[in-house]
């Protein structure tokens, strides 16, 4: 496991405690099922399936298909994680980029 992937890994628990004790998020996420992938545009990515408020299939690799790509070098995406980059920055200087409609933009945003 690399640390790009420890940090992905570590967000995924830190989703899990939060739609456990969030019931709107849970209520919103109900129906909602999404193909996410995150496009590390210097290496293979990940990506994973949003099923009903659960987070399923977390690999590596992106899926062609997904209704939510997100994308960054690696490295953006580590200063992300870390609070070094924040995100509306790195957004409005193209260093992080979404191919999502605005309703998933900003579910996305609720997630993290």
């Given at each position: 496991?690399?640390?790009?992937?420890?940090?992905?890994?570590?967000?995924?628990?830190?989703y899990?405690?939060?739609?456990?004790?969030?019931?709107?998020?849970?209520?919103?996420?109900?129906?909602?099922?999404?193909?996410?992938?995150?496009d590390?545009?210097?290496?293979?990515?990940?990506?994973?399936?949003?099923?009903?408020?659960?987070?399923?299939?977390?690999?590596?690799?992106?899926?062609?298909?997904?209704?939510?790509?997100?994308?960054?070098?690696?490295?953006?995406?580590?200063?992300?994680?870390?609070?070094?980059?924040?995100?509306?920055?790195?957004?409005?200087?193209?260093?992080?980029?979404?191919?999502?409609?605005?309703d998933?933009?900003?579910?996305?945003?609720?997630?993290?």
């Amino acid at each position: 496991m690399d640390e790009l992937e420890g940090y992905l890994i570590a967000a995924i628990d830190k989703y899990k405690a939060k739609i456990e004790e969030d019931e709107e998020l849970k209520k919103d996420l109900l129906t909602l099922v999404r193909k996410v992938s995150i496009d590390t545009t210097d290496n293979e990515g990940f990506s994973f399936i949003l099923d009903k408020g659960e987070i399923l299939n977390f690999k590596r690799g992106i899926i062609e298909d997904a209704e939510i790509t997100i994308h960054a070098t690696t490295a953006d995406f580590k200063l992300l994680f870390t609070g070094e980059l924040k995100p509306m920055k790195a957004w409005a200087t193209k260093r992080l980029k979404f191919d999502a409609s605005i309703d998933d933009v900003m579910r996305v945003k609720k997630l993290i």
